[in-house]
């Protein structure tokens, strides 16, 4: 999996990571995730901009939801 971009706390804007340990080419992704994450697209399609978790009014759902 890549990491290329993250919401900041409290934002509703993406931005590059912040630091360079979190700007890693890639991250290794058990099967049984990326099985979920299969199951979640295909149920769930991704946004126009990529994002794969999203609000019902199709904002990106960030930490301050939950």
Do not use: C, N
């Not at 199709?58 to 930490?63: E, I």
């Amino acid at each position: 999996m890549r990491i290329e971009w993250q919401f900041a706390p409290q934002s509703k804007v993406r931005t590059v990571p912040k630091t360079p340990r979190l700007r890693r080419s890639s991250v290794p992704l058990p099967q049984v995730v990326a099985d979920a994450l299969r199951a979640h697209t295909a149920q769930f399609p991704p946004a126009d901009d990529g994002t794969l978790f999203t609000t019902r009014f199709a904002g990106p759902y960030r930490h301050d939801y939950y």
